[in-house]
């Protein structure tokens, strides 16, 4: 039957989902995100987050880009785990925070954490099903958090061997139902394109591939926002996951080209996320410059991921 959760005097409806387990999973998303869209005194950014000396290494990339698995390894090599997930930079300060929470896996992550000998015993699978799974950092490595550090490094990931400026981003809907009604209204926007629907056992995922013109983006914003009640989430995902055959390749560049990557990427996770002004109270051309001055002490790269261990060795020398 329909539940709903009431956050802030607000409602969210929770409802029509593909297994009734899935409801706890349901609402700690709606939860979450919500929390997330409160913050504004950090910069959320979507990527994981390691210490060395005291100093801070942002890896900052799309779902799919290998983020969890390199925050893993350079933990058992020695970094201090802040965050796989969210990095949070102070407006104010521009300290970078810990944002622990249990770590999410996939079958590629848990194959990973099998090549690290982790017992068994200490993964545990997920309310909504048996494909995921979720791991306390603290049963994964005996060595301590990291605190509240300067930044040292941010790394922008890519997975495709040649950067090519793209001109479309893929956009991942989660489903609480599927709505077949909402994939016709947003296949209709000229500049989208819809590639596939598939399920992961409780939640379907519709995958666009959407143009990054204003004009497309705002569209697809706004029928998005007028079938909320079936969306459970939206986050961009990388077109390609990581090669590991590929030898990974790091450069330098500039911070404006670092911030304004960034700046699509504030808050990918959110639920019914619009536009990132929303959540802020400042222009979006504030907030980029804000993003400028904030990353403006801290050494920026753009890294292509290949081979898990070269690709570790890359950062772990940056670290030292």
């Known amino acids: 039957s329909p539940c709903s959760i009431i956050i802030r005097h607000r409602t969210y409806e929770i409802k029509h989902l593909v297994k009734g387990k899935a409801l706890l999973d349901s609402a700690d998303i709606v939860i979450f995100s919500s929390i997330l869209s409160k913050v504004k005194s950090h910069f959320l950014l979507h990527g994981a987050v390691l210490s060395s000396n005291g100093k801070a290494l942002v890896l900052s990339g799309l ?28 407006r104010s300060t521009h300290l970078i925070h810990p944002f622990p929470r249990a770590i999410g896996t996939r079958k590629e992550t848990l194959n990973f954490l099998n090549y690290i000998d982790i017992p068994c015993d ?11 799974w979720i791991v306390d950092i603290e049963e994964l490595f005996d060595s301590p958090l990291g605190g509240i550090c300067k930044g040292k490094c941010l790394i922008l990931l890519e997975t495709v061997p040649e950067r090519m400026e793209s001109n479309y981003q893929n956009i991942d809907i989660a489903l609480k139902r599927i709505d077949y009604n909402l994939i016709k209204q947003l296949r209709k926007i000229k500049g989208v394109e819809y590639q596939t629907l598939n399920s992961d056992g409780n939640y379907c995922f519709a995958r666009f591939k959407v143009e990054k013109k204003k004009g497309v983006q705002k569209e697809f914003l706004e029928i ?51 536009l990132m002004s929303r959540n802020f109270c400042e222009s979006p051309l504030q907030i980029l410059f804000e993003l400028i001055d904030a990353i403006d002490n801290m050494e920026c790269y753009r890294l292509l991921v290949g081979n898990l261990k070269k690709t570790v060795n890359l950062i772990s020398n940056l670290a030292k």
């Open 224 to 274: 998005c926002q007028d079938y909320r009640e079936s969306i459970l989430y939206r986050v961009k995902v990388v077109e390609k996951p990581p090669n590991p055959h590929n030898n990974p390749k790091l450069f330098p560049i500039p911070k404006m080209e670092t911030a304004l990557e960034l700046f699509g990427n504030l808050q990918n996770i959110v639920i019914n996320d619009g």
């Open 122 to 132: 200490r993964l545990h699978h997920t309310i909504s099903g048996e494909k995921k």
């Open 63 to 90: 779902s799919g880009s290998g983020k969890t698995t390199l925050a893993l390894e350079l933990t058992r090599r020695g970094l201090q785990f802040l965050s796989d997930e969210i990095a949070a930079i102070s």
